[in-house]
């Protein structure tokens, strides 16, 4: 249900009458056929398969069941209750994993979840061979791998005992982050600092210009410049991942995710959805980067559901049988161009679009959503002597150094990244002087903008405040806050 993993508790009961077996417990197709894996299974494993009639209780009744990660309980409970093992063990584990037809088990999605659940409730789980890593990315929890049926009951029995799986998996972050340097961008110091300002406070990004001048570039050098994660957003990126298509892996655990979906993606695809809720690109960028490029290229209709989970971090998909909670705090980075041919403001006046055309590409992005965007940013076309010229470039690691020496004054004042504060906390830690109150008001009239902006320019100021170290904002912070929403406004 959304990330949660749900106990569910298996009975099993044998009477005498017909050989039968059911299942009940609103059980999906797949469940179903866990009755036919489950018989071989056994039977291949050397087990006899009750010649009675069996009966199977999925509980709770009224919670839908999918998938073969029922299997192993399955099959334990039948052994159970045949007293083919011996059954007084085995409320100590929660099982989890489908079977092939010889006993083998399969990997399943979305063990992390489930071992997290496991260790809460202070029991053992025991997951197949392949999920062993991921499961035991859940610190405190008691892992036991296994490859076939077998490996259990000689467990049980104590005739093999497994042994409880560890990793002390640290994947080389740095490996994964500089690919790509922020160093390899010439020029675009103004695009440089805003992608600085957005990666220490959180904050959402559009950049705007015409084609080939690093748009694209920029934005996919921005997980270099992030700050690690704490041990528990590493720990609920991954477990979306664990639940969606794809699955985890390893060797992403505690790097930013970045998502950049095609413009042709459906509303499922970003947003999540499904007959059983799995969660889309917004949440698979959960605590990292949405980059969406060519925005108005997009649906219009999808994006606009982003504008929910981009005030609240988090999206409700509703089905009429349950609703499932996804997290989905996302970092929004987009391009665009700023007319259909791509020129319009261009040096050399190439831009053919009439002013009609101009205005049903920008509509395509509306008001509230461009409200929700921090910093607007224009990335011009660069003379090609400066292009050549430019080699002194900072480091995507220089830049990573400051990000995260800001972003530590914002987690000591208020425990969050500066995106997150809420109107009361901006109360408390974004105060101006006189002065400066007069200038924020003035320019919110003079760009028509709302109150929304109001405290989103605050949260800009206040980062750029900790990215020189103040302990308060500073007309010049307020003024750099201010720039970045100048552009929302600009006659096209
Ligand atoms: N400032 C720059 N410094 C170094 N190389 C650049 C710069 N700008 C553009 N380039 C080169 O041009 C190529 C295209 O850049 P990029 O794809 O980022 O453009 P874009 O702004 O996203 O364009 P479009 O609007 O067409 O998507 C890059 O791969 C790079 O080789
Ligand atoms: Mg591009
Ligand atoms: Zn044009």
Known sequence: MGIQALPVTIEVHLTNGLPRLSIVGLPETAVKESQDRVRSALINSQFEFPLQRVTINLAPADLPKEGGRFDLAIALGILAASRQIPSDDLSHYEFVGELALNGDLRP?????????????AQRQVVVPYDNA??????????????????????????????????????????????????????GQYHAKRAL???????????????????????????????????ENEALETATVASIAVGG???????????????????????VGGGSHPRPGEISRAHNGI?????????????????????????????????????????????????CPCGYRGDSNNRCQCN?????????????????????H???????????????TSESSADVRARVIAAREIQIQRCG?????????????????????????????????????????????????????????????HLTEAITYRRLERKKI
């Not at 979305?110 to 809460?120: S, T």
């Not at 300002?197 to 270099?224: F, I, Y």
């Not at 940013?377 to 080699?391: F, G, S, T």
């Open 416 to 476: 969050k990244q500066n995106s997150l504060l809420s109107s009361k906390d901006i109360d408390s830690h974004c105060r101006l002087k006189e002065n400066d109150e007069r200038l924020l008001d003035t320019a919110i009239e003079q760009l028509g903008l709302s109150a929304r902006a109001w405290y989103r320019i605050l949260k800009v100021a206040r980062t750029i405040a900790d990215l020189s170290n103040s302990e308060n904002i500073q007309t010049s």
């Open 248 to 270: 985890f892996d390893a060797d992403l655990w505690g790097i930013r995710p970045f998502r950049a979906p095609h413009h042709t993606a459906s509303g499922v695809a970003l």
């Open 196 to 230: 600085e300002v957005a990666a220490a406070g959180g904050h959402n990004l559009l950049m705007m210009g015409p084609p080939g001048t690093g748009k694209t570039m920029l934005a996919s050098r921005m997980p270099g410049i992030l700050p690690p994660m704490a």
């Open 290 to 338: 949405l980059f969406l490029d060519e925005l108005p290229e997009f649906d219009k209709r999808v994006l606009e559901v982003l504008r929910e989970p981009m005030e609240s971090g988090y999206i409700i998909i509703s089905r009429a049988a349950h609703q499932a909670e996804f997290p989905a705090n996302f970092q929004l980075v987009a391009a665009m161009n700023p």
């Open 133 to 186: 890593t991921e499961a035991s990315m859940v610190s405190g929890a008691s892992i036991l791998p296994v490859k076939h049926l077998l490996d259990f009951c000689l467990h049980l029995q104590n005739i093999t005992p497994i042994i409880p799986y560890c990793t002390e998996h640290t994947p080389d972050s740095a490996t994964v982050y500089h690919i790509a340097d922020l160093s390899d961008v010439r």
């Open 108 to 120: 399943v999605r979305g063990v992390l979840p489930m071992a997290l659940e496991a260790r809460d």
């Open 355 to 375: 002013p009609q055309q101009v205005n049903r590409y920008r509509s395509k992005i509306s008001g509230p959503l461009l409200d929700r965007i921090d910093l």
């Open 377 to 391: 940013i224009e990335v011009p076309n660069l003379p090609r002597a400066e292009l050549r010229q430019d080699r």
